[in-house]
């Protein structure tokens, strides 16, 4: 455990941060980064034309401008689709999706054609998502031309089958003749509806509509909720449809109930913190791995933006760590969930709540609004507030009354602070003491905030005393989350002992008596670190403090011994030790002259030989005189020459594997040359006789 002190103290600092509530903050630009990197296509194009319109609508609600790259590949498949008889009613449906965002070049023969077949189909469907792309493709092909008509003469007959699918707890069936429900079916149920409504040709009944709010108030009675404030709808249906999950069931939900609203004029009487827990849902998932799940959160957002029942507002942090050190002021801001500006208002710091604590301090203070920065501003916290974690309880205050029935704010918002500051450190010592009569035998005063060591000894028959005094920036006595004392042994044992405290002085006492089992019984040099982490304290620290040369008995013979240490992994990996090679001395070598001596002997016998050939009166005769053969001759002797040559190097500077190699080469050089020669001397001398 000891080992990993440093990741400890890094991992507290960091992860308390996100222990409780979350803060929520409007889209920002890593949802745009994440929509350019989810919706670009590996091989320029996307697979269908459903990925088309959720890259389409997903770029459109960020303001990301890709809709001219796209139609140049697009709008062919969409004609294509559009004109062909055998298209299915989906692929129509997604097909008018994208047309509806890029404005293909179709004419009103083609929507009239479209939508002839669309109507046959709303009377002939039998399952809900039918009745959802027939319908939903009128409602499209109403929004791009002004010149076909697509009303439903029957609306109210459509309208009851559509809400003969409906189940007692809000949830819908895929059809009649699945009995299991589903939350996302719901969520088309209500966009289908709206369509229904839209495309009447008359009124619809207003019972049908009436029961149909009642069903929404129930489906929301089902609603999930986290501690955090946010709620969702979660879908546990596997069929044909695969499993939505919370993110594509929640925006199926939100999209119907929009569209619902927008299509007709009555108000659906659903409490704005209902709207305002599924906004929070969709910030707090963060940015989601895949290319759906980003369309499903952005269109839900979009959804919430500006509709009809309630417009939520998110009340963000830019910086939820205030440092009482730096005198940083508490901001607040508040925005729709894509980011957009709210209505005038104001912003109230109601109350506080210290970790840990149910009572809370009554502050109602309003926050004084930036103009320029859009913020709420509170230029100084609280006396009472000093380093430590806090809940700020905020209420937002909408200046218009009629602004009460279009934005949701959600009542109280909580938000969790964590309040820094440097922590004072005073009265740092170290003492060594006698074992019985508790006499100071060694002091030695601490400075931790430089880079000073003390060193120490002391046996067993002593003890150690470490004394601090640690207090926050207003002199109130504070209690670090981490205070550690280590021991580390020269061979790689540690020891780890927890400072304890009373009010603000901190003490930890080693009796090495007692402790002479767990050290194993070690002498030796201890180095000694002291760590102090608090995820409010800025100059938390993991100081080396010295060293401490420590005499304990012998260990008995049936003592424990010390566990085996581990060995780094990456140790293999580190620079080998440096090899040493010890060479043989050379052999003693004879005197320069005898050496001398020894070589002129060796030469006296080729000395002799060329004198012999003079006497002789050796002729050169049989040479040959024509150019060829002669050049053979002359290369050969060179050659015998070179060999020779080769000999004496070898004797001065070569060792035998390059004289070998070298050999190899002269010899059949000299094998060629003297073969030619003496075939020539042969065949001269075969003619002399034949003559």
Same mark, same amino acid.
């Given at each position: 455990?000891?080992?990993?002190?440093?990741? $400890?103290?890094?991992?507290?600092?960091?992860? &308390?941060?996100?222990?409780?509530?979350?803060?929520?903050?409007?889209?920002?630009?890593?949802?745009?980064?994440?929509?350019?990197?989810?919706?670009?296509? *590996?091989?320029?194009?996307?697979?269908? +034309?459903?990925?088309?319109?959720?890259?389409?609508?997903?770029?459109?609600?960020?303001?990301?401008?890709?809709?001219?790259?796209?139609? &140049?590949?697009?709008?062919?498949?969409?004609?294509?689709?559009?004109?062909?008889?055998?298209?299915?009613? =989906?692929?129509?449906?997604?097909?008018?999706?994208?047309?509806?965002?890029?404005?293909?070049?179709?004419?009103?023969?083609?929507?009239?054609?479209?939508?002839?077949?669309?109507?046959?189909?709303?009377?002939?469907?039998?399952?809900?998502?039918?009745?959802?792309?027939?319908?939903?493709?009128?409602?499209?092909?109403?929004?791009?031309?002004?010149?076909?008509?697509?009303?439903?003469?029957?609306?109210?007959?459509?309208?009851?089958?559509?809400?003969?699918?409906?189940?007692?707890?809000?949830?819908?069936?895929?059809?009649?003749?699945?009995?299991?429900?589903?939350?996302?079916?719901?969520?088309?149920?209500?966009?289908?509806?709206?369509?229904?409504?839209?495309?009447?040709?008359?009124?619809?009944?207003?019972?049908?509509?009436?029961?149909?709010?009642?069903?929404?108030?129930?489906?929301?009675?089902?609603?999930?909720?986290?501690?955090?404030?946010?709620?969702?709808?979660?879908?546990?249906?596997?069929?044909?449809?695969?499993?939505?999950?919370?993110?594509?069931?929640?925006?199926?939900?939100?999209?119907?109930?929009?569209?619902?609203?927008?299509? #007709?004029?009555?108000? $659906?009487?659903?409490?704005?913190?209902?709207?305002?827990?599924?906004?929070?849902?969709?910030?707090?998932? %963060?940015?989601?791995? !895949?290319?759906?799940?980003?369309?499903?959160?952005?269109?839900?957002? *979009?959804?919430?933006?500006? !509709?009809?029942?309630?417009?939520?507002?998110?009340?963000?942090?830019?910086?939820?760590?205030?440092?009482?050190?730096? =005198?940083?002021?508490?901001?607040?801001?508040?925005?729709?969930?894509?980011?957009?500006?709210?209505?005038?208002?104001?912003?109230?710091?109601?109350?506080?709540?210290?970790?840990?604590?149910?009572?809370?301090?009554?502050?109602?203070?309003?926050?004084?609004?930036?103009?320029?920065?859009?913020?709420?501003?509170?230029?100084?916290?609280?006396?009472?507030?000093?380093?430590?974690?806090?809940?700020?309880?905020?209420?937002?205050?909408?200046?218009?009354?009629?602004?009460?029935?279009?934005?949701?704010?959600?009542?109280?918002?909580?938000?969790?602070?964590?309040?820094?500051?440097?922590?004072?450190?005073?009265?740092?010592?170290?003492?060594?003491?006698?074992?019985?009569?508790?006499?100071?035998?060694?002091?030695?005063?601490?400075?931790?905030?430089?880079?000073?060591?003390?060193?120490?000894?002391?046996?067993?028959?002593?003890?150690?005393?470490?004394?601090?005094?640690?207090? #926050?920036?207003?002199?109130?006595?504070?209690?670090?989350?981490?205070?550690?004392?280590?021991?580390?042994?020269?061979?790689?044992?540690?020891?780890?002992?927890?400072?304890?405290?009373?009010?603000?002085?901190?003490?930890?006492?080693?009796?090495?008596?007692?402790?002479?089992?767990?050290?194993?019984?070690? &002498?030796?040099?201890?180095?000694?670190?002291?760590?102090?982490?608090?995820?409010?304290?800025?100059?938390?620290?993991?100081?080396? @403090?010295?060293?401490?040369?420590?005499?304990?008995?012998?260990?008995?013979?049936?003592?424990?011994?010390?566990?085996?240490?581990?060995?780094? *992994?990456?140790?293999?990996?580190?620079? =080998?030790?440096?090899?040493?090679?010890?060479?043989?001395?050379?052999?003693?070598?004879?005197?320069?002259? +005898?050496?001398?001596?020894?070589?002129? +002997?060796?030469?006296?016998?080729?000395? %002799?030989?060329?004198?012999?050939?003079?006497?002789?009166?050796?002729? +050169?005769?049989?040479?040959?005189?024509?150019?060829?053969?002669?050049?053979?001759?002359?290369?050969?002797?060179?050659?015998?020459?070179?060999?020779?040559?080769?000999?004496?190097?070898?004797?001065?500077?070569?060792? @035998?594997?390059?004289?070998? =190699?070298? @050999?190899?080469?002269?010899?059949?050089?000299?094998?060629?040359?003297?073969?030619? #020669?003496?075939?020539?001397?042969?065949?001269?001398?075969?003619?002399?006789?034949?003559?």
């Amino acid at each position: 455990m000891a080992r990993n002190f440093e990741f $400890l103290v890094a991992l507290l600092l960091a992860a &308390s941060i996100f222990c409780d509530a979350a803060i929520f903050n409007p889209i920002s630009n890593s949802h745009r980064s994440a929509a350019l990197e989810l919706f670009t296509p *590996a091989d320029g194009s996307l697979k269908s +034309l459903e990925e088309t319109f959720e890259a389409l609508r997903t770029f459109e609600v960020l303001g990301i401008d890709k809709k001219s790259g796209i139609k &140049s590949y697009t709008c062919s498949a969409v004609v294509d689709t559009l004109w062909s008889p055998s298209s299915a009613l =989906k692929d129509l449906f997604q097909a008018l999706r994208v047309n509806g965002i890029l404005n293909c070049e179709l004419n009103d023969e083609a929507f009239s054609g479209i939508a002839s077949r669309l109507k046959d189909s709303v009377n002939n469907a039998n399952t809900l998502l039918d009745f959802y792309y027939s319908i939903g493709s009128l409602k499209l092909i109403k929004d791009q031309t002004a010149y076909v008509d697509v009303h439903l003469e029957d609306a109210d007959g459509v309208f009851r089958a559509i809400k003969a699918l409906s189940q007692s707890d809000g949830r819908w069936r895929f059809s009649s003749n699945n009995p299991e429900s589903s939350t996302y079916a719901a969520g088309i149920a209500l966009e289908t509806l709206a369509g229904v409504v839209s495309l009447a040709s008359h009124e619809i009944d207003q019972s049908l509509i009436d029961t149909l709010k009642k069903d929404i108030l129930k489906l929301f009675d089902g609603v999930e909720r986290y501690d955090d404030g946010s709620c969702y709808f979660d879908e546990k249906l596997v069929d044909a449809q695969g499993n939505q999950g919370p993110v594509s069931a929640s925006s199926s939900i939100i999209r119907g109930l929009t569209t619902f609203a927008t299509s #007709t004029s009555e108000s $659906l009487d659903l409490p704005g913190d209902r709207v305002l827990c599924l906004a929070k849902f969709f910030l707090g998932i %963060g940015i989601p791995g !895949n290319f759906r799940d980003l369309y499903h959160q952005i269109d839900a957002l *979009a959804s919430l933006e500006n !509709n009809r029942v309630s417009v939520p507002l998110i009340l963000s942090l830019p910086s939820s760590v205030l440092s009482v050190t730096r =005198k940083d002021q508490l901001k607040v801001r508040v925005n729709t969930v894509l980011g957009s500006a709210g209505p005038p208002l104001s912003v109230k710091l109601m109350q506080i709540f210290t970790s840990g604590s149910k009572d809370a301090s009554i502050i109602d203070q309003e926050l004084k609004f930036d103009p320029e920065t859009k913020l709420h501003i509170l230029d100084a916290l609280p006396e009472n507030v000093d380093i430590g974690k806090y809940t700020f309880t905020f209420e937002i205050l909408l200046h218009d009354s009629e602004h009460k029935k279009i934005y949701a704010t959600g009542g109280r918002t909580k938000v969790s602070i964590y309040v820094t500051g440097v922590v004072n450190i005073d009265q740092a010592e170290i003492v060594i003491l006698d074992s019985d009569l508790g006499s100071v035998e060694t002091k030695k005063r601490l400075d931790l905030t430089g880079e000073e060591t003390i060193a120490l000894s002391a046996n067993h028959l002593q003890k150690l005393r470490l004394t601090l005094e640690l207090t #926050t920036p207003f002199g109130h006595a504070f209690k670090p989350h981490q205070a550690f004392l280590r021991l580390r042994h020269e061979s790689g044992v540690e020891h780890v002992f927890l400072v304890g405290n009373s009010g603000k002085k901190f003490e930890t006492i080693l009796d090495f008596l007692g402790l002479v089992e767990k050290f194993f019984y070690l &002498s030796g040099r201890y180095d000694i670190q002291l760590t102090v982490g608090d995820s409010v304290m800025e100059n938390s620290f993991l100081q080396p @403090l010295g060293h401490l040369e420590l005499d304990l008995p012998d260990a008995p013979e049936k003592a424990a011994r010390p566990p085996p240490q581990p060995i780094d *992994a990456y140790s293999k990996y580190g620079p =080998k030790a440096e090899i040493t090679h010890i060479f043989r001395s050379p052999e003693k070598r004879p005197p320069t002259e +005898l050496s001398f001596a020894f070589l002129g +002997l060796v030469l006296l016998p080729l000395v %002799g030989f060329l004198i012999g050939l003079l006497l002789l009166r050796v002729n +050169l005769r049989n040479f040959p005189s024509a150019t060829l053969p002669a050049l053979f001759a002359i290369s050969f002797h060179i050659g015998i020459g070179a060999i020779l040559s080769l000999y004496m190097i070898f004797w001065l500077k070569l060792d @035998l594997f390059m004289t070998l =190699k070298a @050999l190899g080469v002269l010899g059949i050089f000299l094998m060629f040359t003297g073969h030619r #020669t003496l075939s020539h001397l042969a065949s001269t001398s075969a003619k002399l006789k034949a003559a």
